[in-house]
């Protein structure tokens, strides 16, 4: 087998549509494949960069615009019995492929591959190879009107009638960019005899131990040569077997036993050994020992099954890994850059290390976006990160009809066989928020009898696993209740099944979250914009000017366009007002919005994890960003963590100690999520803001491995006699260092909270500087916005809370000079305390003429 990627020579040309003048001027570019037009129109310098501003709305021709793809091709002749394919591996989207004139084939579909054979233009002479690229808009539409329209979450946008990246369309935190190109390789693949078409091993762990690989193979004959018999070989950790193919079959299977096999296993729970799995194909007699293909894959030995057995609260939702059940702590994950083939290894290894730094033992990859690539999982692999995989479908109603039937069916198949070879895959599921959105968005009515996608989620996905991989579990979709009578339980019931829960952040106050007890909350989240520097260097004011300048900036044109939800900003407004008060300062107002955004998402992540194994996980919305925006993410387009991704390290990790109010008092919540058990004596002392002991005690907790404690406090500890100047704090022994806890017992809007709480001094270190901060009284969420001193400033911790007298080291690095004080004052180093000294919108601060002299009177009695 040889291969000879065609990735240089290639140009694009528009061919039809709205296209600007300075565009058709240019003729044909330069083109990168794997690429998309956009990126070779931005190297180009004929588009501005639309992640860039509004400039998002300046392409929007694109998306009615034809373009080819061409470069010379000239094919040396065949050998006898030689094969000659032209193997697409990603077309977006919708083309026509020939060479020499003449069509090979037709595409249609952005989630699978296509091969043609070439052999009889393989005669030396130089051809020009196209891919005609349609507008995918243009075919999406006409395919619509072929099958009546179909509603979904952003109609009339058809999305749900081309098989392409949803998100490409535009979604409530991206930018609507319909790309096409070649995104990802182009190749020439010459082979004789007969060639593996399809390797499927089947991995498993035995219980006594041994790991076991099925090695289902499919091959394809080259049809030049008579048929002959054919040995497949696969070996693993120096265990071997082979099968013959007999003349005239294309399957076989061989089976490899590999006792005592090293156990894969999620991260926190063991090691992830991953081994070599070679699967070799030569002819049958012996031939001149060459072989005819080969396959080599890393795999990994383990077990999964998903318990959705009925208890006394519903119907479970958790994930076993070998016989294991499994907390999971995840996040789901989006197409890491709008623009695909911009995503590089080393960009999703940094991303799946910030994954794993903050405690996360599984990624979602989201049905509106793609299969990802093999790099990415790869990585998964290595980390031990868990991916619970979406088939692609997401938030629509889907047509069962063809042209849309055997693409997806097809896009299926090559998609489970791929990624079959992953440990890290352990659940695949039938799709986002459609079988939701039919029972509950009034799709009923617009429908009436036309077909929706529900023979893909419960007919089609799990026939193609039970066919091709049985070894992994299928959930029907997300949310969904696995049901026993499915017209009387709902899809999103919390106590069955996956729960979904946008009634936070899109009408109710994050504090809901504590009114429900979800199985599995595969999807919750809360907005937040990003890192300053990302905003500032990408989103200007609509006058030009620096957006901090802008007399409304939030409300600002610009901003705006980088603001993709439904009143977006009213909700982050609302969300604000009843906790941190709303600010009338942008900075303020900034830093408002990121600090509610992580205690939301940090008050549901406490409370789910406090219910173990009631809730076996949860899973947040979302990890990433794929370009500058406000949104969901804890980490920013510019790989910047956003004060959400500290919250969810604290939060998510193994140990944890919380303290929540339960059954109208206050209960202590220790989570260990470690193999060794966890127990000490838990000192609390509830105490005034200046530091002035009300109440202490000792309290023994005790927590078994894998488990949680919940422990009540005694009434003089949970009870304040000042609630609106008291602080309760909790501390418990681990190991060497302790787990620590704060509680208030009204919001920061009613806390007596000191705007000068903390007084702070920086100093160079290597690498960067150290900034130590003292907290005079109660000093809530502590965090420096070092990205506002430069570029490449990065601090290692955030939202630090310190009771009155106590200290912390922070630890920024960054290769520039910094002025030291500006690490030590606002907006670099900030508070929850420094915003009750700023102007708010539409809430008073009550009280503040009493403030000081209340907070005076603490700190004399400390002293």
């Not at 082979?242 to 090293?262: I, K, M, Q, R, W």
């Not at 709303?582 to 990121?594: N, S, Y």
């Not at 002991?693 to 422990?711: F, L």
Request: net charge negative; glycine share 8%.
């Amino acid at each position: 087998m040889q291969h000879h990627t065609l990735a240089d020579g290639w140009t694009v040309t528009a061919t039809a549509g709205p296209v600007p003048d300075a565009v058709l001027a240019a003729g044909a570019l330069a083109a990168e494949v794997p690429g998309s037009v956009h990126t070779d129109l931005l190297a180009a310098g004929l588009i501005p960069d639309p992640y860039l501003d509004a400039h998002e709305e300046s392409v929007r021709w694109f998306h009615g615009t034809d373009w080819r793809y061409e470069r010379a091709l000239a094919l040396e002749p065949a050998a006898d019995g030689e094969r000659v394919d032209l193997v697409l591996e990603g077309v977006d989207t919708v083309g026509t492929v020939a060479l020499g004139g003449r069509v090979l084939g037709t595409t249609a579909n952005m989630h699978r591959s296509y091969r043609y054979d070439v052999r009889d233009l393989a005669d030396g002479a130089p051809r020009a190879l196209t891919v005609d690229l349609r507008s995918a808009t243009a075919y999406a539409d006409e395919v619509r009107d072929a099958l009546g329209d179909r509603p979904s979450a952003y109609s009339p946008v058809p999305y749900n009638f081309v098989r392409k990246m949803a998100c490409s369309f535009g979604w409530d935190w991206g930018p609507d960019l319909r790309t096409a190109g070649l995104w990802k390789p182009v190749r020439v693949e010459r082979w004789s005899v007969a060639r593996l078409a399809r390797v499927r091993p089947l991995v498993t762990l035995d219980a006594d131990g041994t790991g076991r690989v099925v090695v289902h193979v499919d091959v394809e004959r080259s049809g030049l040569v008579p048929d002959a018999a054919l040995t497949v070989r696969a070996a693993a950790l120096g265990v071997s077997a082979s099968v013959t193919v007999p003349a005239g079959d294309s399957a076989a299977a061989v089976e490899l036993a590999v006792p005592d096999a090293p156990v894969w296993w999620p991260v926190g729970h063991g090691e992830q050994p991953l081994v070599d799995l070679d699967v070799t194909l030569t002819a049958a007699d012996g031939g001149d020992g060459a072989a005819l293909d080969t396959w080599r894959r890393r795999v990994g030995f383990r077990s999964v099954t998903l318990d959705t057995a009925d208890d006394e609260h519903g119907t479970r939702f958790t994930l076993v890994v070998n016989g294991r059940p499994v907390a999971v702590r995840g996040a789901n994950w989006i197409p890491d850059d709008h623009f695909l083939t911009r995503i590089t290894r080393e960009r999703l290894a940094r991303r799946l290390d910030q994954a794993a730094d903050a405690h996360l033992n599984l990624l979602r990859v989201w049905g509106g976006g793609i299969y990802e690539s093999e790099d990415f999982y790869e990585a998964c692999d290595e980390r031990g990160l868990l991916v619970w995989q979406d088939f692609l479908l997401a938030c629509a109603a889907y047509p069962e009809e063809e042209p849309l039937r055997s693409e997806i069916e097809a896009e299926a198949r090559e998609n489970v066989v791929r990624l079959m070879p992953h440990p890290s895959l352990v659940l695949w599921n039938g799709g986002n928020e459609n079988v939701w959105g039919h029972e509950d968005w009034g799709w009923k009515a617009q429908l009436g009898e036309a077909t929706w996608g529900r023979w893909y989620a419960e007919e089609l996905f799990p026939a193609v696993l039970a066919e091709l991989d049985p070894t992994r579990p299928y959930a029907t979709n997300s949310p969904f209740t696995p049901r026993r009578d499915p017209e009387d339980v709902h899809p999103n019931d919390p106590d069955r099944g996956t729960h979904h829960q946008w009634e936070v952040w899109n009408r109710v106050d994050y504090t809901v979250y504590r009114s429900e007890i979800p199985r599995f909350c595969s999807e919750f989240g809360f907005q937040g914009p990003p890192a300053w520097r990302t905003l500032v260097d990408w989103v200007h004011a609509v006058d030009g000017g620096p957006l901090a300048d802008a007399r409304l900036p939030q409300e600002d044109p610009v901003f705006l366009v980088h603001q993709k939800a439904e009143d977006g900003n009213g909700k982050l407004d609302r969300g604000m007002a009843p906790h941190l008060g709303v600010p009338r300062d942008f900075a303020d107002w900034h830093w408002a919005a990121q600090l509610n955004q992580a205690r939301a998402v940090r008050h549901a992540v406490e409370h789910y994890r406090a219910w173990w194994p009631r809730t076996a996980g949860w899973i947040v919305w979302q990890l990433n960003d794929c370009w500058p925006v406000t949104s969901w993410a804890a980490v920013d387009s510019a790989e910047r963590p956003k004060p959400l991704w500290y919250a969810l390290r604290a939060a998510g990790a193994p140990r944890t100690l919380f303290l929540a109010e339960r059954d109208g008092g206050v209960v202590l919540v220790a989570t260990n999520d470690t193999d060794e058990p966890w127990a000490g004596t838990a000192h609390l002392r509830r105490e005034t803001l200046g530091g002035v002991t009300a109440a202490a005690a000792g309290v023994p907790v005790a927590v078994e491995p894998r488990s949680v404690a919940v422990v009540p406090l005694p009434a003089d500890l949970a009870t304040p006699r000042d609630p609106a100047g008291e602080v309760l704090a909790a501390r418990l022994p681990d190991g060497g260092s302790e787990r620590r806890a704060t509680h208030t017992f009204v919001e920061d809007v009613d806390l007596r909270l000191d705007p000068g709480a903390v007084r702070a001094t920086a100093a160079r270190e290597p690498g960067g500087y150290r900034v130590e901060v003292v907290a005079r009284s109660y000093a809530a969420d502590v965090t420096l916005h070092a990205d506002r001193l430069a570029a490449d400033a990065l601090v290692d911790d955030a939202l630090v809370t310190l009771l009155a007298g106590e200290r912390a080291t922070f630890h920024v690095t960054t290769d520039a000079v910094l002025d030291l004080a500006d690490l030590t004052s606002a907006p670099v180093l900030r508070s929850a305390n420094d915003l009750r000294g700023v102007p708010l919108a539409g809430v008073p601060l009550a009280g503040e003429p009493d403030r000081e002299a209340d907070l005076e009177a603490d700190l004399e009695a400390a002293r």
